[in-house]
């Protein structure tokens, strides 16, 4: 590995490290985007809460250290998060479903994650990082690409987009806002941390998924989406959005673009580094 994938690595840990060991600081209050969508995520990784015919859903569940801030953002909205009925992960790593846990033994929630990452929970478990702030929990189901998941006033297509991790999977989510149907969509896992080709070959992961990473970006691209939800939520500024946010949900409404032209950043980053293998 590189000096400065080394660097790069060692920096990323160490942030990692600080907001796990200080989780309040991560505190980050709840709110409203559109239809019957809320984020109820930290200040550094997203999680949403769907509010379903069939049930309340929670996309993602952070790490285990701020579970107390999921919790307390999800009764902030006026939902109880003994509710939660599903609890769909976007991969595998530990600051998304760090927490999955104790959601499960919370809610008695039914768990889903892509198949292709359930090797990290039984093979690999190195490969979760930060293996030991994971307890483990139960994988109720793996997604469907090939259908549509309904919950009535909202429903769900998962979409294999491999790269991030193999089984990182992206959301495509119908709701209706202020009676018109609108099309959210959730990337899974954008960043290209791990993507390198010192990082995959210490990991032991095929250098294939830097170009299974671009074809799907390439795909996501040709979606039309109206609002873009962030796993991370630096990467499409949905806090300050909140902010700007008038109640109407407009703020997150993407009238220039802002799907394909956060794809193509991530792409142009991607194809340098394959530059560099």
């Given at each position: 590995?590189?000096?400065?994938?080394?660097?790069?690595?060692?920096?990323?840990?160490?942030?990692?490290?600080?907001?796990?060991?200080?989780?309040?600081?991560?505190?980050?209050?709840?709110?409203?985007?559109?239809?019957?969508?809320?984020?109820v995520g930290n200040s550094y990784v997203s999680c949403f809460l769907l509010d379903t015919e069939k049930g309340l859903i929670l996309i993602d569940a952070a790490f285990k250290e701020t579970c107390?801030?999921?919790?307390?953002?999800?009764?902030?909205?006026?939902?109880?998060?003994?509710?939660?009925?599903?609890?769909?992960?976007?991969?595998?790593?530990?600051?998304?479903?760090?927490?999955?846990?104790?959601?499960?033994?919370?809610?008695?929630?039914?768990?889903?994650?892509?198949?292709?990452?359930?090797?990290?929970?039984?093979?690999?478990?190195?490969?979760?990082?930060?293996?030991?702030?994971?307890?483990?929990?139960?994988?109720?189901?793996?997604?469907?690409?090939?259908?549509?998941?309904?919950?009535?006033?909202?429903?769900?297509?998962?979409?294999?987009?491999?790269?991030?991790?193999?089984?990182?999977?992206?959301?495509?989510?119908?709701?209706?806002?202020?009676?018109?149907?609108?099309?959210?969509?959730?990337?899974?896992?954008?960043?290209?941390?791990?993507?390198?080709?010192?990082?995959?070959?210490?990991?032991?992961?095929?250098?294939?998924?830097?170009?299974?990473?671009?074809?799907?970006?390439?795909?996501?691209?040709?979606?039309?989406?109206?609002?873009?939800?962030?796993?991370?939520?630096h990467q499409y500024n949905m806090i300050e959005r909140s902010t700007k946010d008038d109640g109407t949900g407009k703020a997150f409404f993407d009238n220039e673009n802002g799907w394909q032209k956060?794809?193509?950043?991530?792409?142009?980053?991607?194809?340098?580094?394959?530059?560099?293998?």
């Amino acid at each position: 590995m590189t000096e400065e994938n080394k660097k790069r690595l060692e920096a990323l840990n160490q942030k990692l490290i600080n907001f796990v060991e200080h989780p309040w600081i991560l505190k980050q209050s709840p709110f409203h985007i559109v239809g019957d969508i809320y984020f109820v995520g930290n200040s550094y990784v997203s999680c949403f809460l769907l509010d379903t015919e069939k049930g309340l859903i929670l996309i993602d569940a952070a790490f285990k250290e701020t579970c107390y801030l999921l919790f307390d953002n999800i009764r902030a909205l006026g939902y109880n998060p003994e509710k939660i009925k599903y609890l769909l992960l976007s991969h595998g790593h530990f600051d998304h479903c760090g927490a999955a846990k104790l959601v499960q033994e919370y809610s008695g929630c039914e768990i889903y994650l892509g198949k292709r990452d359930h090797f990290f929970f039984t093979e690999r478990p190195d490969l979760i990082l930060f293996e030991d702030r994971v307890p483990r929990f139960e994988i109720n189901n793996f997604y469907d690409y090939d259908g549509v998941m309904d919950f009535g006033n909202i429903k769900i297509r998962p979409i294999l987009t491999p790269g991030h991790t193999p089984g990182t999977t992206t959301f495509l989510i119908e709701t209706i806002h202020n009676g018109e149907k609108v099309t959210c969509a959730m990337h899974g896992g954008i960043g290209i941390n791990g993507l390198t080709r010192d990082e995959l070959e210490s990991n032991g992961l095929p250098l294939s998924l830097q170009q299974d990473f671009l074809n799907s970006l390439e795909y996501l691209k040709t979606l039309k989406v109206d609002v873009v939800l962030a796993s991370h939520s630096h990467q499409y500024n949905m806090i300050e959005r909140s902010t700007k946010d008038d109640g109407t949900g407009k703020a997150f409404f993407d009238n220039e673009n802002g799907w394909q032209k956060m794809l193509d950043q991530f792409m142009e980053l991607m194809k340098k580094i394959i530059s560099e293998n």
